[in-house]
T-cell receptor, first 113, second 114 residues
């Protein structure tokens, strides 16, 4: 059983640029959620994807967007990067309506300079 | 709306001592509760979860937590701390149905002294 894989592990971008983060979900899981974890804080829910559609969104602006693919992998896109977007971005996969077994990846550390 | 409060951003114990990390939640509907551990530069690992049934939940690495509805608490305990327990611990809540998003507390950093 493969776990959740995120790429890249680290990334440095300049303010105003765009970034794409990738996540491969655990085998058998059909739902992907993204979280932002700022330094010294708990993770904050960005959004969730199920059946290739956004299914719930946290308090994040529209420049945060995502995709889910038929193989249940997912992308997080952030446009017009701001310094405050510097954080650890975590992807979690789960199988909807089954046991709330969320599996987290190791995250992508994004630094905006 | 749900929320989680973790009392104590830093907890320090001696090796072999009891570990107690506190978590209180707010939810208007029956909650599902989780404890995750995060080691430096890593993602989140599930320690244990409460969904339904027995209110005392046993997890990995000797940790357990008890769901107390009357106190809206879900405190994490371990009888004897080990050096390898040093990490950051997050309590989280969600509810049945809906978007199933997890709402996390701000975390408690556990230090284990030799």
């Amino acid at each position: 059983e493969t776990g959740v894989t995120q790429s890249p592990t680290h990334l440095i971008k300049t303010r105003g640029q765009q970034v794409t983060l990738r996540c491969s979900s655990q085998s058998g899981h059909n739902t992907v959620s993204w979280y932002q974890q700022a330094l010294g804080q708990g993770p904050q829910f960005i959004f969730q994807y199920y059946r290739e559609e956004e299914n719930g969104r946290g308090n994040f602006p529209p420049r945060f967007s995502g995709l889910q693919f038929p193989n249940y992998s997912s992308e997080l896109n952030v446009n017009a990067l701001e310094l405050d977007d510097s954080a650890l971005y975590l992807c979690a996969s789960s199988r909807r309506d089954r046991d709330y077994g969320y599996t987290f990846g190791s995250g992508t550390r994004l630094t905006v300079v | 709306a749900q929320s989680v409060t973790q009392l104590g951003s830093h907890v320090s114990v001696s090796e072999g001592a009891l570990v107690l990390l506190r978590c209180n939640y707010s939810s208007s509907v029956p909650p599902y509760l989780f404890w995750y551990v995060q080691y430096p530069n890593q993602g989140l690992q599930l320690l244990l979860k409460y969904t339904t049934g027995a209110t005392l939940v046993k997890g990995i690495n000797g940790f357990e937590a008890e769901f107390k509805k009357s106190e809206t608490s879900f405190h994490l305990t371990k009888p004897s701390a080990h050096m390898s327990d040093a990490a950051e611990y997050f309590c989280a809540v969600t509810t049945q149905g809906g978007s199933e998003k997890l709402v996390f507390g701000k975390g408690t950093k556990l230090t284990v002294n030799p």
